[in-house]
């Protein structure tokens, strides 16, 4: 006769000081024996154990924040509460809605405001840095559409494709603000104090390339993509990429790929192209002994 595994799993969070946060059964399988199938978690029960472990544990991580921030740092009065207001936290393992507490300031220090949150020190932003890595690693390989189902497939999220082209449009620009405003040229003062040196110039290839891509329900429309692949001896490769009509400065790009290979803005670099026009315009202020090269074989 099939019988049945009862599964009871129990989740005890305790504080630094003891304090017990949770101490109760998050989670009742009863798992049959008799079918492949059955054996270990299906896909829909790890969901359901990863968002109630998160819901526990980022609730008691708030809690002790919050208990950090009850009292006055200067004087150690207790604050009085002003009430509370709902805040969600998206994470890889599913919303957290959270309870945010608003607390009056203590008069014995001069203050902008008469109240504050002490979560909005902690809560920067309501998505997790991983759910960010996650959108945007795979909208930049696929349409933002197959990136909203995969997760939702494997993991307890509820994205939508215009969700995850927003997170991705905002990483997007808080990496091209990175960037800085470095530009490749000629430098005449040689590296700088503690910069590292330039290596030999056929130490350092980078290919770029370039292409169309069209609107097929629209034939007008198309832009042009760039990308490019820097490859320096002892490091790793870098890659990069830009739309032509839509990166304001463009040979940032090629700068921050150097910077990343640990190697310096005047490094003499070998750049092979196909000798499109749009491609030499980029690469057409090269550091001090650099080197371009046509490339036939693509260029036939």
Known sequence: MPTAVHVHLQLRIVGDDGTVFTDSEILHLEKSDHQL???GLSIGESKTLQRCLQQHVVTAQVATFVDRHRCCPACGRHLCSKGKYPIVFRTVFGNVTLSSPR????????????????????????????????????????????????????????????????????????????????????????????????????????????????????????????????????????????????????????????????LPADQPVTVLTDGGDSICALVDDLPAGSEHVLDWFRAT
């Open 103 to 262: 607390f009056y300031r203590c008069g014995c220090q001069p203050a902008d405001s008469q109240t504050f949150s002490p979560l909005t020190e902690l809560f920067t932003e309501h998505t997790a840095p991983e759910l960010l890595y996650l959108e945007s690693r795979w909208a930049s390989l696929i349409s933002f559409g197959m990136t909203a189902a995969w997760l939702r497939d494997v993991l307890p999220v509820a994205d939508t494709p215009e969700t995850v082209r927003q997170h991705l449009y905002r990483v997007a620009d808080r990496r091209d603000a990175d960037l800085g405003t470095c530009q490749p040229g000629v430098m005449d003062d040689g590296p700088a104090a503690g910069q590292t040196s330039p290596i030999p110039l056929e130490a350092v290839i980078v290919g770029i390339d370039g292409g169309y891509l069209r609107n097929w329900h629209d034939k007008r429309k198309k832009f042009e993509v760039i990308v490019g692949k820097s490859m320096a001896e002892d490091r790793d490769n870098c890659y990069f990429g830009l739309v032509r009509s839509q990166d304001a400065a463009p040979k940032r790009r090629f700068c921050e790929v150097l910077r990343r290979q640990g």
């Open 37 to 39: 199938e059955a054996v």
